[in-house]
């Protein structure tokens, strides 16, 4: 391509190299990275800017809401260890380190799962999970192979832990889908780029939810408020003009020098193909159909008082065994999505609510449910694992919940790379994130249309402290490239 727009914005590189407040930039998306991108360019003093965000909120994945005695996470909820984010709140004193608890274990049989026990059976599975590795293969089939081996070999001695750990094995695949984010566990590679940072990996936000780290990305540059307009979704985005045109849902047009794209992978799943014109380059597109995001499921509930232990206390986990999943299967069919329930857990400064989580195939037919039905299928879990060690457990009174994956602007929970993922991106040459990052540049070398948000993370995707990362990276492009 040899447009007469290329020449032409070479000039008007030179003569606005002067004047930032020229430089025309939109960021779809007032998510994280969003945000942290228009955080990023204020103070730099790259003021004309416009975030467009198809929620009628700002946030995104991050949705605190006040629930019961405090603010509860419908998305990101806890810090990962000492990083970005960890950085930006530090005065603040909003973190709070969690102790490294197990949950309770609570057994189909109705039978007590002693608490030393189940610590031990944790421990094996993140000796397991968390064990460096080598060949690209599913979770699904090392665990196949190493879990029986390295269990056996864990409890030789203890022939009780022994049965109990191998009934373990589908709780262990849904703390694992939960943790990858995937429906099944056969699609996550065990050889990703995904790097954990040192400190707590538990950081709660106290009961102010995590929308605190929002507020302290914005109260420094209050205007960043002002250039956010919310409920516009973007259609279409061309880029082979010398200022990119980008539309909306509802008919409304705008130009810009550059464009942050920072929706979520599940949405560039979904929407390229009509979102760029002209299409994006070969390797982006396999990339981008490659790497894996489907979702986990959050839902908390209120009761009308606490029936739960109080002290050295996380939650309940529960373990089905092979028993207990036929008599589910045969006599309560129209409850079997129960089965991916993982746990039902305490939550910061809300001492009447319970948080369940849930992981794996079914996600997509628990959203769909109703309060109703999801409320009989919570209490039919209580009763069947913990009706004989409480007496009188109430039904729940609230509820609250946000459906990620039914949502066309998220369409899930976080990214994850593949088996498949891994091959294409071997084969190119390059990590899945660092193609998926990569700017749409004129042939001069001007970025038209820039990546942000969690999957173009190098090695934090998936997370918020990542998401934060490449807001502020995508910024930096711009900044740099009028230096
Ligand atoms: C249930 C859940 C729990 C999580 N827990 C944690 C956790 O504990 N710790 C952690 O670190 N991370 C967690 N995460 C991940 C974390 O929330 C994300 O990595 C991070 O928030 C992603 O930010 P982002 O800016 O990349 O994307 P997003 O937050 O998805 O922002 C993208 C924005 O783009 C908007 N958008 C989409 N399409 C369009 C369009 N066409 N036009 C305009 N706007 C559009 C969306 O509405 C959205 O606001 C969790 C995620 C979920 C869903």
Known sequence: MNKPYK??????????????????????????????AANRLSENRFTNFTILEAENRVGGRIYSVKFG???VDLGAEFCHGENIIYDLVRKYNLLKPTEMIFPQLCHSSKELVRQDIADELFKAF????????????????????????????????????K???????????????????????????????????????????????????????????????????????VTDIIWDQDEAVVKCQDGSRYTADHVIVTVSLGVLKEKHQSLFYPPLPNNKETIIRKLGMDSIHQIFFQFPRRWWPVSEFIGFSFLWDEE??????????DKFWVKDLIGLFCVDQNPNVLEAWFSGEFIPTIESLSEEIIIEGIMFVIEKFLKDRFVDIPRPNGFIRHNWYSNPHFRGGYSHQTIKSRESSTEIGMSEPNI???????????PMVLFAGEATHPIYYSVLHGAIETGFREADRIIAYYK
């Not at 032409?8 to 942290?36: E, N, R, T």
């Not at 373990?168 to 889908?177: A, E, I, N, P």
């Not at 998926?436 to 001007?446: D, F, H, I, N, V």
């Open 69 to 71: 005695n405090a603010f």
């Open 436 to 446: 998926l990052a990569e700017p749409l540049c004129t042939s001069s070398g001007k």
């Open 126 to 161: 993140y000796t397991i999970y968390m064990a460096p590795k080598q060949e690209n293969q599913s979770f699904g089939s090392y665990f196949d192979q190493k879990y029986r081996e390295i269990v056996t070999a864990h409890f030789q001695d203890k022939s009780h832990c």
């Open 163 to 233: 049965g109990l750990a191998l009934e373990s094995f589908d709780l262990f695949k849904k703390w694992v889908t939960s943790y990858e984010g995937s429906f099944s566990w056969y699609t996550p590679t065990i050889v990703s780029d995904y790097q954990i940072c040192k400190g707590n990996h538990l950081m709660t936000w106290q009961g102010n939810g995590c929308g605190s780290l929002l507020k302290v990305l914005t109260k420094k540059y209050p205007a960043i408020e002002d250039k956010i307009i919310l409920n516009k979704e």
């Open 7 to 36: 020449t032409f914005s070479c000039q008007i590189h030179f003569s606005l190299s002067f004047d930032k407040v020229m430089v025309k930039i939109l960021i779809i998306g007032a998510g994280a990275a969003g945000i942290a």
């Open 324 to 333: 207990g999943m036929d008599d589910l299967k045969r006599n309560n069919a």
